[in-house]
């Protein structure tokens, strides 16, 4: 069983010509950008706990179903606490540049 990755839903993937911080026009700002990648978590987070409750209740049949819903969420969640830890880092090294 294989399962594709794809992009976080409104990324633009390395080499588009895109500049980090700049909005295209017709693009999505960074804040949708942000809003649907922590909406598709939201709903990522939501199948690992469906499919967790099937394998304790017996509903499931498949058992390595549920163990990649759950794995694949919390990879999403580190990657999440991860881009979030970055953005603050960012954000203290610029108010700590003198004028």
Same mark, same amino acid.
């Given at each position: 069983?294989?399962?594709? &990755? *794809? #992009?976080?839903?409104?990324?633009? #993937?390395? /080499?588009?010509?895109?500049?980090?911080?700049?909005?295209?026009? /017709?693009?999505?700002?960074? *804040? =949708?950008?942000?809003?649907?990648?922590?909406s598709e978590v939201q709903n990522t987070q939501k199948t690992a706990e469906s499919t967790a409750l099937k394998?304790?209740? /017996?509903?499931?049949?498949?058992?390595?179903? @549920?163990?990649?819903?759950?794995?694949?969420?919390?990879?999403?969640?580190?990657? &999440? @606490?991860? &881009?979030?830890?970055?953005?603050?880092?960012?954000?203290?090294?610029?108010?700590?540049? =003198?004028?």
């Amino acid at each position: 069983m294989s399962f594709a &990755v *794809g #992009p976080i839903g409104g990324a633009l #993937p390395i /080499g588009t010509g895109a500049v980090q911080g700049v909005q295209k026009s /017709g693009g999505a700002s960074f *804040g =949708q950008i942000m809003s649907t990648a922590l909406s598709e978590v939201q709903n990522t987070q939501k199948t690992a706990e469906s499919t967790a409750l099937k394998a304790v209740t /017996g509903d499931m049949t498949d058992i390595h179903n @549920a163990t990649i819903a759950a794995t694949r969420a919390q990879v999403t969640l580190e990657l &999440v @606490a991860t &881009v979030r830890n970055k953005g603050v880092e960012a954000f203290n090294d610029i108010m700590r540049m =003198q004028a």
